[in-house]
DNA sequence: TTGTAGGCGTTATCAA
DNA sequence: TTGATAACGCCTACAA
């Protein structure tokens, strides 16, 4: 039964906008959706009647109807973490070019929140989860939910292939190992690791590469040079003040905000980067070139790996029903200042 | 008439929920929203029927049988520039915790973009709309947009009360004023103002303001010293050399990515903040302190500008129909290295 | 090519 | 306190 015509204070529905053009509600959804069956006349009609009621279609009631919302949900850490904005832009990018959006949610690294986002996106019907997950274990009702839900999920920054079917990661080992042999290359001998939370998928990978590094430039592994941090600003201080009482001459630190603090400690402790010890930071930005020294980094494509999890996703959307897939991003080593490396060395005069 | 049974690949629906419990839905509805007027008995059965399907109400059914999904729309200009993320968790903040979620879209400040992300936010029927303006006009289409959709906005950054009728915004008069004070204070006489986009709602207050802090001083105002950028580092770098060209000893930037282009244009000219000029830069971030000179800076509040836009809109929804308000936030001064100034005077000696 | 009517999963109104 | 049943706005077989 057609619904009442509208009333003044609400939106028109497609019923309003039959009516007003004389046809049924058929042949509006038809124009709406730009089918090719409807004669130029009564498109027409109906074009002048969706313009003069500004009739816009009902998402919500379009959502459950077909049973898709067209909507991707998204679960971040923390979107004030300088790293995922372009994380986010990458995959926004990638899912409107195929005509989804995105539902962002952060999840604090807190299991309840992250429950609660997980709650909202099943509760929202997005049509698949980009899962972002960098540190801390699954609680097992969110695993459990996961797991339960007929929905695709990709994870990122995170391998546990138990979560997820998909996944696209920062290859933690190459980059831990590219910025170890950059620091050896750059005259470092005792190289310490500033690295993330323990037990975390990719702990393992950049604590291998890291070790790696070392012994293929034949230096030895002191597991006293290694620490563990929690990506936060705060943690790089506390922690890097321990770290640098060992007095490296080096420092391979996992991520920025950590790098801030360790060189604030640095800092306080009067030692000087990169004279008393080099660095790399994983991970870039465009407003670094303003620090002194320039940071030497592995960057990760960010924006990439926002694309690629989105890419994951709508291939798992379109049917794709083969195996799990991983991907590896690569790292880009970008050599500046901090590691007090010049590719053309100085006279010998003036090497340290 | 009741819906079929579950299928195998489908989420469980009220209906399913209320035959395995073997009431009716209207008794699942209720004990899904906690109303009280439910038998323990018949509370118990459906509990465990719940548990059993794994039951989660659907939010786009329930939105679209309330008319309304309790889903706030928020329109900033771009994520990825570090002002803004803050700003959102604010917003995010303030809405979680009155029982809203909040939905993102970056507009680019592309007038098309931004009509798009109004667009889809009207077509989910969000509830009411944070609509992030810096800077360029409003298109007419999605000014009349604005005009016709029955959901409350309110604007941030932009106080055009014919756009919308609450705003909040930074007093950007009160932020220049400081700002050129303290430079005057720092012994700065030659103060150019590197500022917005010329015709935005923000940029005659952000002018008057440094007009008033030079007269204020007893310094004479210079047209000459005005200078309009965009916000971008790009634009901070090309005007910057050109504002640096006239030999200012002091400058006031008017966002963190414009100041990068600024410093990163002085180091090339070979000139030295702050010995050669010092600086106050408007908008403060925690990672800031480990550049050197450490950036003087006039922070606005933006975790707040979120909460406050938030408050307004949600005020709105609960039905307060009385007059438009502006909210002003006041900027804080924080004083730190790149204008030279000292709160203790060094020995006249040392005095520059 | 166009129209009719039933379904999508909720809430809400009336009866019972 | 509970239960049928009609909205909510759209899509889509199936019929005409």
């Not at 060992?246 to 630190?253: A, C």
């Not at 008393?276 to 465009?286: C, S």
């Amino acid at each position: 039964m057609p619904n009442k015509p509208a009333s003044p204070g609400k939106a028109a529905s497609i019923y309003d906008v039959a009516k007003e053009a004389r046809v049924s509600v058929f042949t509006v959804s038809a124009v709406v959706n730009g089918k090719t069956h409807v004669t130029p006349r009564f498109r027409e009609r109906v074009e002048a009647a969706i313009r003069k009621l500004h009739y816009r279609p009902n998402l919500l009631a379009r959502s459950l109807a077909k049973q898709e919302t067209h909507t991707l949900g998204m679960i971040v850490p923390d979107i004030s973490n300088p790293f995922f904005p372009m994380v986010i832009r990458g995959a926004e990018e990638a899912a409107q070019r195929h005509g989804y959006n995105l539902l962002l949610c952060n999840s604090d690294d807190n299991q309840e929140k992250e429950s609660n986002a997980l709650e909202l996106l099943l509760a929202k019907r997005v049509d698949g989860i980009l899962f972002t997950k960098v540190f801390s274990d699954l609680k097992p009702a969110v695993a459990r939910m996961i797991r339960e839900s007929k929905i695709p999920f990709v994870l990122m920054l995170n391998n546990n292939l138990k979560i997820a079917r998909d996944a696209v990661v920062a290859d933690d080992y190459r980059a831990a190992y590219e910025a170890t042999m950059h620091l050896v290359r750059s005259g470092r001998k005792r190289i310490a690791l500033l690295g993330g939370p323990p037990k975390v998928s990719n702990g393992e990978a950049r604590l291998q590469g890291f070790h790696d590094g070392l012994k293929a430039s034949g230096l030895s592994f002191d597991p006293s040079f290694v620490f563990e941090g929690d990506y936060r600003s705060e943690t790089g201080y506390t922690v890097g003040k321990r770290l640098l009482q060992r007095w490296p001459d080096g420092v391979y630190s996992a991520n920025f905000l950590m790098t801030v603090g360790l060189l604030r400690a640095a800092q306080e402790m009067g030692l000087a980067c990169p004279d008393d010890f080099g660095t790399v930071n994983l991970d870039d930005y465009p407003w670094l070139d303003i620090l002194r020294p320039k940071l030497t980094t592995v960057e990760l494509p960010k924006f990439q790996l926002g694309q690629e999890a989105v890419r994951l996703l709508l291939d798992r959307l379109a049917g794709y029903a083969g195996p799990g897939i991983l991907k590896k991003l690569l790292p880009e080593l970008r050599i500046r200042e901090s590691c007090g490396f010049q590719l053309r060395r100085p006279p010998a005069s003036a090497r340290r």
